[in-house]
């Protein structure tokens, strides 16, 4: 049973950087999967942030692409998110994902850490 | 920039059947937008129900089935059950880039 656990700073002030990862055990984020960050506001919607393959592709939202970097360590079985540029609306609940073959997106979900931007 | 637009709020009675949809900003949703739809519930994360249009999970409920109905893309739930009361998102595929859609905060009454 593949299982995703977010961890990070719950706290990132305005202007600095949020960095979150993302540990994968019961598989190898080495796989033929890829592997998302999605983030949901308080009391929102889910937003998409981006994806990575497991060969190190990237697709990112266009309206985060500027300030994000999105990458796997395999040796760490790990993927990681980083947002430059933090304001009060990067402020959410933060999910890794992984995707499966045939778009099929999400199939695996952590539980989410909620990361607040605030001084 | 892309919107992809749910209805807000659907009520259902228990046992009844009820279709939520999902349209694009873009034009008509097809196949190869590749559909998927996800349940959320207070304090959960979300729980993948349909990928690419129509295709179950193991775990998903025989009772939710996914489709394409006219322009857009559409989960049908029969015989709806208490514990289906949710939010349902849905979120299509747009080449690079995936949008979710605002989501459908489902009643069951």
């Known amino acids: 049973q593949v299982q995703l656990q977010e961890s990070g700073p719950g706290l990132v002030k305005p202007s600095g950087t949020l960095s979150l990862t993302c540990a994968v055990s019961?598989?190898?984020?080495?796989?033929?999967?890829?592997w998302s960050w999605i983030r949901q506001p308080p009391g929102k919607g889910l937003e998409w942030i981006g994806e990575?393959?497991?060969?190190?592709?990237?697709n990112y939202n266009p309206s985060l692409k500027s300030r994000l970097t999105i990458s796997l360590d395999k040796s760490k079985n790990q993927l990681s998110l980083t947002l430059s540029s933090v304001t009060a609306a990067d402020t959410a609940m933060y999910y890794c994902?992984?995707?499966?073959?045939?778009?099929?997106?999400?199939?695996?979900w952590g539980q989410g850490t909620l990361v607040t931007v605030s001084s | 920039q892309t919107v992809v637009t749910q209805e807000p709020s659907l009520t259902v009675s228990p046992g009844g059947t009820v279709t939520l949809t999902c349209a694009s900003s873009?034009?008509?949703?097809?196949?190869?937008?590749?559909p998927n739809w996800f349940q959320q519930k207070p304090g959960q994360a979300p729980r993948a129900l349909i990928y690419?249009?129509?295709n179950k999970h193991s775990w998903t409920p025989a009772r939710f089935s996914g489709s394409l109905l006219g322009d857009k893309a559409a989960l049908t739930l029969s015989g709806v059950q208490p514990e289906d009361e949710a939010e349902y998102y849905c979120?299509?595929?747009?080449?690079?880039?995936?949008?979710f859609g605002g989501g459908t905060k489902l009643t069951v009454l």
């Open positions: 994902a992984r995707n499966s073959p045939n778009y099929c997106q999400g199939d695996y």
């Open positions: 019961g598989g190898s984020i080495s796989g033929r999967y890829w």
């Open positions: 990575v393959s497991h060969s190190g592709i990237t």
């Open positions: 873009t034009g008509a949703v097809t196949s190869g937008y590749y």
């Open positions: 690419s249009t129509n």
């Open positions: 979120l299509l595929y747009y080449g690079d880039a995936w949008v």
